[in-house]
């Protein structure tokens, strides 16, 4: 299928691309996106559209015409299948196929993904992109550089985050949730202000979490949809199994 045909091929120095038609004149800027772009390392596959090697693109509009860069993101997950060539994180739906100890390695210490080839917003005045844990990447607009992991603090601790944050014009602030799976798991709202501070504004225990997407947004609320999709936090790390 064409929706998991890779892209390997990076352009580093904009190129401007043919134009079909005619775009507007007073049409200026840039559009930021990444993707999923690298289905096979070594002998393997991915097994998901999310789990594909994130690419980072910029579509830069002005004059009538577009520029066009791309490159990939270039941190963890990315450099360990350079380096090794092999699958090694774990992400949405593709298992690194661990031995038995590494299954009970990665009990004490897991390794989340940073593979972020889901969504790209401004983050309290950053460019960062989103995959569906709580390890979003920084990269520079105009170069596509990776500049390295969007931290969140201590109180906003969680393994699985929406890549899907919502802004709040009024409030000059993001809101997203961020869920921490352990013996007492915990769904947790959190707001990241323009200005860089970071805030839990609510806790929620849940014994089994569901798996979210993203989540809804009104004037005075944030409102989880909790599906019956679910999982028994314990159970799914000591089987080293994907969500």
């Known amino acids: 299928m064409v929706g998991f045909r890779s892209l390997t091929a990076e352009t580093l120095e904009p190129v401007a691309l043919p134009v079909t038609g005619t775009l507007p004149s007073w049409l200026t800027g840039t559009l930021l996106r990444t993707g999923p772009s690298k289905f096979e390392v070594g002998e393997r596959t991915y097994n998901h559209w999310f789990d594909g ?22 941190r ?11 699958i090694s ?17 990665a009990i004490f210490d897991p390794k989340l993904t940073d593979n972020c080839c889901v969504n790209v917003s401004d983050y309290a005045r950053e460019v960062v992109a989103f995959t569906e844990t709580s390890i979003p990447m920084r990269f520079a607009p105009d170069t596509l550089k990776t500049l390295g992991v969007f931290g969140y603090r201590r109180a906003l601790k969680g393994q699985v985050s929406t890549a899907h944050p919502h802004y709040d014009a009024e409030r000059a602030c993001h809101y997203n949730c961020i869920a921490d799976f352990g013996m007492n798991s915990v769904y947790r709202l959190c707001r990241i202000g ?16 569901a798996y979210m997407h993203s989540f809804g947004m009104s004037e005075d609320h944030l409102v989880l949809t909790e599906f019956p999709l679910v999982v028994n936090p314990l159970d799914l790390r000591l089987s080293g199994q994907t969500i």
């Open 53 to 74: 090697l994130a690419m980072l693109h910029r579509f830069a509009f002005a004059g009538g015409g577009v520029a066009y860069a791309n490159c990939f993101l270039n």
């Open 76 to 86: 963890n997950v990315f450099c360990a299948a350079q380096a090794t060539g092999k």
């Open 89 to 105: 994180y774990g992400e949405f739906a593709t298992d690194p196929c661990r031995t038995l100890f590494g299954r009970v390695a």
């Open 194 to 209: 323009d200005d860089g501070k970071q805030k839990a504004i609510a806790k929620l225990p849940v014994d089994r979490p």
